[in-house]
């Protein structure tokens, strides 16, 4: 019996590899029902910063993914404001509303520190304070809690979550509402299998080159702000 393959066979072969290496043989995935799980692999730390749109989006997109194998996520946003043309309430907050095992909260007030919008410079300085304390609440909640373990979809943030996401906590400590020392120790309580996701700031938080997992730097090549367009609904609010 002769061992020579023929094209066909070979190129068989090569397709059944190609579905081996394919998640779910190929198959387009069918959605399931969100049950409470626990991660096997959370534990890193992201950062994600940069003059470009999307740190935000990029970290609550992760938030979603990881709600949907049900995981529980946290999102404690430091501040978020920006034009007259946002409106006081974000489509984003919405969605989480409507999203089982993920939640949020923003102890900022509308307005960007530094960008003479209105708001108070004073109440922004204190409102980080604020966050930064709420932060280290969380993180100890994240201590006591047994993340191996599903936690339960509607559990208060309190009882612990998998993904804590610190929105604009990077933009605090450039502006010097809280300091650099303040982050890395955060960084420093975080319990082992949480994944600790810190966002913001258009400067390079060199001083977490070695203490994240993962660093992202969101570049700007264009922008439509730059020719004067507003913020829109659904896009940017």
Known sequence: MSDERTPESESEREVESTIENTPGQGRTPEPEGIEPAAPEEFGL??????????????????????????????????????????????????????LPGISYENLGHYG????????????????????LERAR?????????????????????????????LDEVLYAADR????????????????????LVLSGSHAEPAYLADRADLVTNVRKVSHPIDDGQRARRGAEF
Do not use: C
């Open 137 to 165: 609440e969380l993180l100890a909640a994240a201590g006591d809690a047994d993340l191996t373990e599903p936690i339960a979809l509607d559990a208060e943030p309190d009882a612990g979550m998998h993904m804590l996401i």
């Open 112 to 131: 960007w520190h530094g960008m003479a919008d209105g708001s108070d410079e004073a109440d922004h300085e204190a409102e980080a304070k604020a966050g």
């Open 176 to 195: 010097d509402l809280i300091s650099e020392d303040d982050v890395l120790d955060l960084i420093d309580a975080k319990p082992a299998n949480l994944e």
């Open 45 to 98: 730390v992201q950062v994600w910063w940069g003059d470009g749109k999307g740190k935000t989006t990029a970290a609550l997109g992760m938030g979603m993914r990881a709600a949907g194998h049900g995981y529980r996520v946290h999102m404690l946003q430091f501040m978020k404001g920006g034009a007259s043309s946002v409106d006081a309430v974000r489509g984003e907050y919405n969605a989480i509303a409507a």
